[in-house]
């Protein structure tokens, strides 16, 4: 049986938010969240969060046995992007992106 959990409109880029959900794909939520724990990075502790979230709904269900969840899917996709202007020379200006994400964790059980 499978258990997810998603975080929407988080204010991080989905490019960096993908460097930590690959060193996590595929393990065990137990050695996910030690990798995570000491990745130095923004995106790993709202990562974190997430699996943290997903393992808290496993635990909601009588017949999931929490201690064999492993992380079968993890994806990044973007989200809407904040425009804002930057002051450049003679009088012109950028447009800077400020993009934003939604992560979304699949946990299920290891046979």
């Known amino acids: 049986m499978e258990v997810r959990a998603q975080a929407k409109f988080v204010r991080i ?6 460097l930590v959900t690959r060193a996590v794909k595929g393990k ?5 969240l030690a990798v ?9 502790r709202l990562v974190r969060q997430i699996v943290e979230s997903a393992l808290a709904n496993a635990g909601q269900h009588s017949q999931i046995d929490v201690d064999t969840l492993y992380i079968k899917k993890i994806w990044v996709d973007g989200g809407p992007s904040l425009r ?3 002051p450049r020379a003679m009088g012109r200006a950028t447009r800077v ?11 299920d059980e290891k046979l």
Not at 13 to 18: E, G, H, L
Not at 28 to 32: D, I, K, P, Q, W
Not at 36 to 44: D, E, M, R
Request: aromatic share 6%; charged share 30%; net charge positive.
């Open 84 to 86: 804002r202007f930057r």
């Open 36 to 44: 995570l724990q000491f990745t130095p990075k923004k995106a790993a």
């Open 13 to 18: 880029s989905p490019q960096k938010t993908r």
């Open 28 to 32: 065990g939520v137990e050695e996910a």
């Open 97 to 107: 992106l400020k993009r934003s994400s939604h992560i979304t964790v699949v946990l």
